[in-house]
């Protein structure tokens, strides 16, 4: 496959038996996913990488796309089997090694990632010849690998909001602030997700929070229904949802699919984005996509299948049901809201044994069906 040569500095840390050494440099994403493995928990039974997240991957390649200032200095962790006379001293310096090695067709790589696979993956969509920093431990075995990738796994904590913003205040406010958000990371608290869904391009809701940054024409969806809907998301407690990337792009994706297949009622004037409308809606996608992967039949953090089956749900739905004229006019209430998501449940039934949407749905008065027709 190819003859691999880096610079590299050669450490050790613990002077003792069986204590690993490290080799630090730098390489392509291009040549590291060359010479190293992915081996993910669901493909090999003890393997050390946990399953790859869509969503982590886009990330990675949104944040490097957002602004040409943006890097990840972070490391990737990988161990590399190899004979000893890989790695050679240059004379004159304590440290400085050269590690050299060539990789064939058909045999096992000698590289096997510990951590990073998903900045790895993401760079590469963003340009394979992107530069990563690399820390390599050489001659690890079985169980120093597992030891290794445990530690790491387990030990890591985000930085607080506080920390970051006490940081900020030695830095000009606007400009860091900008560079931040190409990162999902808010100087202030209260903005959060809906600062992010009102600015994010991929956004279905761009533009149109109902707040004093936006024209007032813009505004149609109100802050309190995003803060609900993210709740709604994180209360099933759903592991993949505590990386806010894999959330955003799962309420990004239920609600742009919905966006492209009913043009007609992504307006001020329906009832889908009022804010009960958006929690409601939210709620009942969530509710049914969690069943399926609960039942393992979903990867949810593949932005790809979420979509699909949003597809799917959305074919026993219809938009009439936001544009009618319910029996009430205010159904912001606990009692309120779970009438509205029990009348989707009812419609996806009605819809998929061929009768009438609306029959057996409490909050549409019988008056006001008048010339609809049996499932439209």
């Known amino acids: 496959m190819g003859h691999f040569r880096y610079e590299c500095l050669r450490v050790v840390q613990q002077h003792s038996e069986g204590a690993p050494t490290f ?21 090999e039974p003890g393997a050390p990488q946990r399953r790859m997240s869509p ?27 190899l004979p000893p006379n890989s790695v050679t001293a240059v004379q004159g310096f304590d440290s400085v090694s050269i590690i050299e090695f060539e990789t064939a067709e058909g045999v096992q790589k000698p590289g096997l990632i510990i951590d990073g696979q998903h900045r790895l993956l993401g760079m590469n969509q963003f340009s394979p010849e992107l530069n990563v920093n690399v820390v390599a431990v050489l001659g690890a075995d079985d169980a120093e690998k597992a030891f290794q990738f445990l530690v790491i796994n387990n030990k890591a904590s985000k930085v ?47 533009g149109m929070i109902s707040w004093p940054l936006t024209p007032e024409a813009q505004r149609v969806v109100v802050p309190a229904a995003i803060e609900a809907s993210i709740g709604v998301i994180q ?23 919905i966006k492209h297949a009913w043009p007609q009622v992504w307006n001020s004037t329906s009832k889908l984005l009022s804010k009960v409308g958006v929690i409601c809606m939210t709620q009942y996608m969530t509710d049914v996509l969690i069943s399926s992967y609960d039942l393992e039949l979903l990867d949810i953090s593949d932005p790809e299948s979420v979509g699909k089956k949003v597809d799917l749900i959305l074919s026993n739905q219809v938009p009439q049901f936001w544009t009618i004229q319910w029996t009430s006019t205010s159904y912001d209430t606990k009692v309120g809201r779970s009438m509205i998501v029990s009348s989707l449940v009812q419609i996806a039934r009605n819809t998929r044994t061929g009768v009438a949407w609306h029959e057996d749905i409490a909050l549409i008065d019988p008056a006001n069906l008048e010339g609809l027709e049996a499932g439209g």
């Open 23 to 43: 080799c630090i440099f730098h390489a392509p994403v291009s040549d590291v996913l060359l010479w190293s493995d992915i081996r993910r928990l669901e493909d």
């Open 160 to 206: 607080s909001l506080d920390h970051i913003r006490a940081l900020a205040l030695h830095y000009e406010d606007e400009a860091l602030k900008t560079r931040l958000t190409t990162a999902r990371l808010a100087l202030n608290p209260n903005v959060g997700f809906v600062g992010l869904v009102n600015d994010e391009d991929d956004s279905p809701f761009r």
């Open 55 to 81: 969503a982590k991957v886009k990330a990675i390649e949104r944040f490097l796309e957002k602004d040409p200032r943006n890097t990840i200095p972070t490391s990737v962790i990988l161990t590399l089997d």
């Open 235 to 257: 209360q099933t407690k759903v592991r993949e949802f505590d990386s806010d990337d894999v959330l955003l792009e799962f309420f990004y994706t239920i609600w742009r699919r």
